[in-house]
């Protein structure tokens, strides 16, 4: 764990800032970095644009005016919802940093109006989303090194962090960074869930962290499920308005979403008892019409089987998602997010929601406000150590 020694072949790095990772946390980490004018690398070891499950996704995000009477508001209702253990302090920090960020990615992405004059701007289409966060980190003179996974991360003898080492797969050659401080945004762990965009996300970052002396929290709350077809994760199907039927074409007695752990749990204990399906034909009319637009990857995998979405009933399936829509990852010891190890920075799902989300999370608006806000200021505070 300690300064990797030069190898034959080895590709040398140098940089101020490394950020490790390739989806929406990474990307505006590598963003808030360049910009104080930190000489910024990241590497991911996909491809950072498709990497992750933003990219698969219609990612909204936690949105909410600046009138104090309604922020206060809505951090109050989702404080109650975390059992006593998220912050008030950090709710408040993601809510205005999503507010006043994203609008500055106008020159990027072609956000929308909102039917009444005004831009959309707290719902994005991920493959669009992150195709714009690539532009943007390229022209702040982020340094991009796709296929470049990373193995593990260096030490300095007293500890701090020195680096990280890994493999250039396209090459074929071992690479060296050594960086003045590194902000692993890795994502979470739901490998092989068959969660739709997980599959690069192993929890490696956690286990690199957890080697160089970093600490978890949180992993407790990590059991987290969706809803999808039984044959193809989707991560952004809406069933609020989802009525469901046993085999047989009985009715079943189901909580509706807004009622909590409940309505999962009736939901796998029917599933237990044998197949059960999903019918959509009640869902908002104005959303039969924007779904392929705002979340392309939903009515893709209905298509191939020759299902209409909104008209045939279909088998569903409870998908784990881990720490993805759950909550635990590393611990965040400060306001710039740095982990127990010094110049080790996490952001997004590699971070502990804790702050955020206390003990519930499920994803969505919460969520992606975190992803912004934490490799926002992770990459600041990794830039400042270094300057």
């Known amino acids: 764990m300690i300064e990797a020694q ?28 360049a910009r104080t004018g930190a000489n910024v690398v990241l590497v ?156 690069n996300n192993t929890g490696d970052g956690y286990l690199m962290a957890a080697e160089a002396g970093a600490e978890l929290s949180g992993m407790e709350f990590s059991t987290a499920y969706s809803l999808s077809p039984a044959w193809n994760s989707t991560r952004t199907l809406p069933y609020p308005s989802a009525r469901f039927f046993d085999d047989a074409g009985n009715e079943l007695d189901i909580p509706p979403p807004m009622a909590g752990p409940s309505h999962q749990d009736a939901l796998a204990r029917a599933m237990l008892a044998g197949p059960v399906h999903a019918d959509l034909g009640d869902a908002p009319a104005v959303l039969k019409k924007i779904l392929r637009r705002i979340q392309p990857a939903s009515p893709t995998p209905f298509e191939r089987r020759g299902l209409s979405i909104f008209e045939d009933r279909f088998e569903v399936k409870l998908y784990g998602e881990g720490t993805i829509r759950g909550t635990g990852g590393l611990r965040i010891v400060d306001d710039e997010c740095q982990t127990t190890v010094r110049g080790l920075y996490a952001a997004g799902d590699t971070a502990t929601r804790e702050l955020v989300a206390g003990a519930t999370s499920g994803g969505g608006a919460q969520n992606s406000a975190w992803a912004l806000t934490s490799g926002l200021r992770a990459g600041v505070g990794a830039a400042a150590r270094v300057r």
């Open 6 to 33: 030069t190898t034959p072949n080895q590709i040398d790095i140098e940089s101020d800032v490394l950020i490790i990772g390739g989806g929406m946390a990474a990307a505006w980490a590598a963003v808030s970095a």
């Open 44 to 199: 991911d070891k996909g491809f950072v644009g498709t990497s992750g499950v933003t990219a698969t996704g219609g990612p909204n995000h936690w949105w909410v005016p600046p009138d104090p009477s309604l922020r206060a508001e809505a951090i109050e209702r989702r404080w109650q919802l975390s059992f006593g253990l998220a912050e008030r302090e950090w709710m408040a920090r993601i809510i205005d940093a999503t507010w006043t960020t994203l609008p500055q990615l106008a020159a990027y992405y072609p956000f929308a109006t909102d039917g009444k004059g005004s831009t959309y701007y707290s719902g994005l289409r991920g493959p669009e989303y992150m195709r714009a966060l690539r532009h943007c980190a390229r022209d702040a003179g982020v340094r991009i090194l796709d296929h470049h996974p990373a193995l593990e991360l260096l030490l300095h003898h007293d500890g701090s962090i020195a680096g990280a080492a890994g493999y250039a797969r396209l090459l074929r050659r071992p690479w060296v960074a050594r960086a003045g401080a590194v902000v692993l945004a890795t994502g979470g762990c739901a490998f092989r869930s068959g969660l739709i965009g997980s599959h």
